[in-house]
């Protein structure tokens, strides 16, 4: 069974940063995809940004593009998402996900396993 636990989140300016994190466990988590997903108050779910097994492979959400970055250590079993440029839409519980196939996906439903969720609030 794979534990997943996301942390980081909090309040931030509109404009500013923030650094999530998702620590995974289980033997064989450095092989898996991995994945940060979205939602908002009354709103469906927004795939964000994903990642293969080795980091070599990312994938991003079209309203994240070019202002987040994802990237994984698999010494630590950690996957982060680096938020800059922060806009008010971006608040919402964020959820990372693992898979148990090598690949990122943008696609919610091909995930094995989820986090509990972290918030992010974006402030005017």
């Known amino acids: 069974q794979v534990q997943v636990a996301e942390s980081g989140g909090g309040v931030v300016q509109a404009g500013g940063s923030l650094s999530l994190s998702c620590a995974a466990s289980g033997p064989t988590v450095s092989r898996y995809g991995m994945g940060w997903f979205r939602q908002a108050p009354g709103k469906e779910r927004e795939s964000v940004a994903a990642?293969?097994?080795?980091?070599?492979?990312?994938n991003y959400g079209d309203s994240v593009k070019g202002r987040f970055t994802i990237s994984r250590d698999n010494a630590k079993n950690t996957v982060y998402l680096q938020m800059s440029n922060l806009k008010l839409e971006d608040t919402a519980v964020y959820y990372c996900a693992v898979r148990d196939y090598g690949l990122g996906s943008l696609r919610a439903g091909s995930y094995d396993y989820w986090g509990q969720g972290t918030q992010v609030t974006v402030s005017s």
């Open positions: 990642i293969s097994w080795s980091g070599g492979n990312t």
